[in-house]
């Protein structure tokens, strides 16, 4: 705790390139191990933005899904192109698929981003525009899993006229944090104290810290994500991908920090404001039966939108990455969405 407390967390970017076993060359060369299953044609693209950035859009869909709406799919909170590679064959097979690494996450750029929650939103959801815009799509179905849920609704209330249909996967950042007078459950004195300890710090810095154990600790302690992907590997292809997304230059990361509250709450929870988004702008929201994210906020969204399209789907099996856990069903009902859109 003294070593935590006793320094500022702004010296140590310096030395832990060299410290953690990683470079951009090591995570595209982990995407391409996790894209090599991926069976139908794709373009791997940057995708310039303003001030210098770019994003890194992965493309797919053949000639038949001309003059469909284009399926667009942004992931989670340190997530990539890459998660997405047991779902672009069948998502693609009726429409143009777009999967785009975040500002800031994946092998897009990893820009400064402003501390004020208001304005890192910002910061993300405008990379999103103009990324539309230099693509050339007029409208899309707009698709966000954890983090790019949250985002694909605050990007639908700003731009509603380029949006067909929004689908939320088990999004993050909906709901208000409960009251704090609720003292049915009090948080233990050490838990607060060490959340205070940690606060300065970026959510994955202790995945940076162990430098050259890394690697080894994901496949240690998230098996589970390596099962998700059995059906495409074997061996430690999946865990290695994660590792390498996640231990780059904290940017998006850092963003989401500022975005977020005490244990993880939105500081700017999208159900205050889901009133700006248009009524005409259906909604569809994907929950597994097996997740541990409240499910509440899709039901308070039909609360909230009485006069609007709101569906909430549950898929049986799944847990938070439904998209993984249940991809055949996922898939499925996914693409069931999308039709009614064309």
């Known amino acids: 705790l003294i070593f935590l407390c006793g320094f500022r967390w702004c010296w140590i970017p310096n030395w832990l390139p060299s410290w953690c076993p990683t470079s951009q060359k090591d995570l595209q ?41 284009p399926l667009v799919l942004l992931h989670g909170f340190g997530g990539g192109v890459g998660l997405w590679v047991q779902n ?3 998502l693609s097979r009726g429409r ?12 897009s750029s990893r820009p400064h981003f402003s501390k004020d929650p208001r304005r890192a939103e910002d910061q993300f959801v405008e990379a999103v525009e103009q990324w539309r815009a230099k693509v ?42 409960p009251d704090s007078s609720e003292a049915d459950r009090p948080v233990p004195v050490w838990i607060k104290a060490l959340g205070a300890v940690f606060s300065p ?17 994901v496949q240690t302690f998230r098996p589970d994500l390596r099962r998700k992907f059995t059906s495409m590997f074997t061996d430690n292809t999946v865990s290695e991908y994660i590792y390498h997304l996640n231990v780059q230059t904290p940017s998006g990361e850092a963003a989401f920090k500022s975005m977020r509250g005490e244990y993880g709450w939105a500081k700017r929870p999208m159900l205050q404001r889901i009133h700006r988004l248009r009524p005409d702008v259906p909604l569809t ?30 898929i049986r099996g799944a847990g938070h990455y439904v998209f993984a856990d249940q991809p055949e069903d996922f898939n499925q009902r996914v693409s069931q969405v999308c039709e009614t859109v064309d």
């Open 201 to 217: 710090f970026n959510p994955l810095a202790g995945l940076r810290l162990v430098g050259p154990l890394g690697p080894s600790l």
């Open 136 to 177: 050339g799509l007029e409208s899309m179905i707009l698709l966000g899993h954890n983090l790019g849920g949250y985002l694909a609704v605050s990007y639908s209330i700003r731009h509603p006229g380029r949006v067909k249909h929004v689908i939320l996967v088990e999004p993050w950042g909906f709901p208000e944090r």
């Open 96 to 107: 143009p698929v777009f999967a785009v690494d975040l500002l800031g996450f994946g092998q």
């Open 29 to 69: 060369a982990a995407e391409t191990r996790m894209l090599r299953c991926v069976s139908c044609s794709f373009t791997k693209h940057f995708i310039p933005v303003s001030n210098g950035c770019q994003l890194w859009t992965l493309a797919c869909g053949g000639a038949g899904s001309r003059g469909k709406t």
């Open 285 to 314: 929201v994907v929950y597994g039966s097996r997740s541990s994210i409240d499910c509440d906020a899709g039901g308070a969204l039909k609360e909230l939108r009485p006069y609007s399209h709101v569906e909430i789907m549950t």
């Open 88 to 90: 672009l064959d069948a």
